[in-house]
């Protein structure tokens, strides 16, 4: 009696996955295990940003009209409050204050802030596609941290597009942000509105 058809071993399907290549972005992996909190130094004062999953951070970074305000009020009321005081007393510009946010996000994302930024913009912009194929992957963005959540909308995303495309993506996203230093990565308030206008 025969058994069920077997489909063939097909290599060129697996290696065709196989020659994806995912960016080495990732700065830490540690942000990936598991939602951190985030120590936060202003003006010689010392604040935590409670352990929040990717679902709180994507609410703020994925809205609409986000600015760097948002993730401060929203995730860091107690960081905001000493920030408020330190720009009023000038002990913080407000570009010092626009590096301290993108920092923030650097961290809790795992990677640098405008490759975080970028990654969520296209996941944001092909929700139709990639949204569907994280919650049938059973991704859960109320229970991942930010940083695992991205690793895996990334991966999502070079899966689900041509080849030939995946190396220009990969190029835009890796690409320093407008008006930055490649030393340092430090950038303006103008700089980083003209970087979220682009997305």
Do not use: C
Request: proline content about 7%; charged content about 20%; cysteine-free.
């Amino acid at each position: 009696m025969a058994g069920p058809a077997r489909r063939p071993f097909n290599p060129s399907a697996s290696q065709e996955s196989a020659k994806i290549r995912v960016p080495r972005v990732v700065t830490d992996p540690i942000w990936s295990l598991q939602p951190w909190p985030i120590d936060v130094q202003v003006a010689g004062k010392v604040a935590q940003i409670q352990a929040e999953p990717a679902s709180a951070w994507l609410g703020v970074l994925m809205s609409d009209n986000f600015s760097l305000d948002d993730v401060l009020v929203t995730l860091a009321p107690n960081v905001g409050a000493m920030v408020d005081e330190a720009l009023y007393s000038e002990q913080l510009s407000f570009d010092d204050y626009a590096e301290l946010v993108l920092d923030i996000i650097s961290h809790a994302a795992g990677r640098p802030w405008h490759i975080a930024l970028r990654l969520i913009g296209s996941a944001r912009a092909s929700w139709d596609v990639i949204g569907a194929k994280l919650i049938l992957k059973g991704i859960d963005a109320s229970h991942l941290s930010l940083s695992a959540w991205l690793d895996v909308a990334l991966l999502t995303m070079l899966q689900s597009m041509e080849a030939k495309d995946v190396a220009m993506f990969n190029a835009k996203l890796e690409a320093p942000p407008p008006g930055a230093d490649p030393d340092d990565m430090t950038m303006s308030t103008d700089d980083f509105a003209a970087l979220m206008a682009s997305q």
